[in-house]
């Protein structure tokens, strides 16, 4: 199974007039495991709008869960296990620890989600802390289906953080993978993309935002594609309905 995907992050209006910083990270690859077929793995964190280097914590999130991801994927034949997995999010914890350290403030600064998705030909694992979602579409009926839904706070507008204490609330699953693409996204789009009330991705947004990927000949990262779904991110069209960073990474198997 090969895989093509888009990629991108563009900053929030809200933060454009404000001055402030992008606060998504992300990042999208293709690892090649020891057996030889591909695995896709995808990472977003968004820092809180009320931690002061939220930003920075969502880069060091993604930074250290890319590279424990791609060492453990090019010399393991199975997808990483829980303990795996939380042995990452501990990694990623005592980086942030550090950097607070050096700025003389406390973790809770450095606060950022974080959505973690591994893919090969047979199975999915998905880890995710708070809010923002992974979608997929099946490869037989091309039904839009949530894998990880938006985990928000006891109240409005808040949710689960990696920096959380004494331990954060993390959530793992594991599927068969029967699914022909996949989407992970931040907060900064979910009002738009998920329905509500159900919970239910939208096929009016995501079948469109795949279409190019499925006739792209591109194999990996299409540059053109990600350059392209940046401006539609930043588009008055969108901006119109969210003034947050938005974040959105999506791949098709070919």
């Known amino acids: 199974m090969d895989w093509c995907y888009a990629l991108a992050s563009v900053t929030g ?6 001055g402030t910083r992008l606060q998504d990270a992300k990042q999208g690859f293709v690892v090649t495991a020891p057996q030889g077929d591909s695995r896709f793995v995808a990472i977003v964190s968004d820092g809180a709008g009320s931690a002061e280097f939220g930003g920075q914590g969502a880069s ?13 994927l090019r010399t393991h034949a199975d ?7 939380r042995s990452w999010l501990d990694i990623a914890r005592d980086r942030i620890c550090l950097a607070a350290a050096r700025r003389n403030t406390t973790p809770r600064e450095f606060a950022a989600t974080m959505i973690l998705l591994v893919a090969s030909a ?3 694992v998905t880890a995710h802390i708070g809010d923002g979602a992974i979608v997929a579409r099946e490869r037989d009926s091309f039904a839009w ?3 990880s839904a938006p985990h928000n706070g006891e109240y409005a507008s808040t949710t689960y953080f990696v920096t959380d204490d004494p331990h954060p609330v993390l959530r793992i699953s594991r599927l068969e993978n029967i699914f022909s693409s996949l989407a992970a996204f ?5 009002s738009l993309v998920l ?8 096929p009016a947004f995501f079948t ?8 792209s000949l591109v194999l990996g990262k299409d540059l053109a594609l990600s350059k392209s779904l940046a401006s539609f991110l930043a588009g008055d069209r969108l901006n119109e309905r969210t003034d947050d960073d938005k974040t959105l990474i999506i791949a098709v198997t070919k």
């Open 79 to 85: 997808l990483p296990d829980n303990d795996v997995i």
């Open 122 to 124: 047979g199975e999915i």
């Open 195 to 202: 329905d509500s009330v159900s919970g239910t991705a939208s």
């Open 208 to 215: 469109p935002m795949a279409r190019p990927l499925d006739a």
């Open 145 to 147: 289906s949530v894998l």
């Open 186 to 190: 931040s907060d900064g789009i979910e």
């Open 13 to 18: 209006s809200s933060h454009i007039r404000a």
């Open 60 to 72: 060091i999130v993604c930074r250290t869960m890319t590279v424990q991801a791609r060492d453990y």
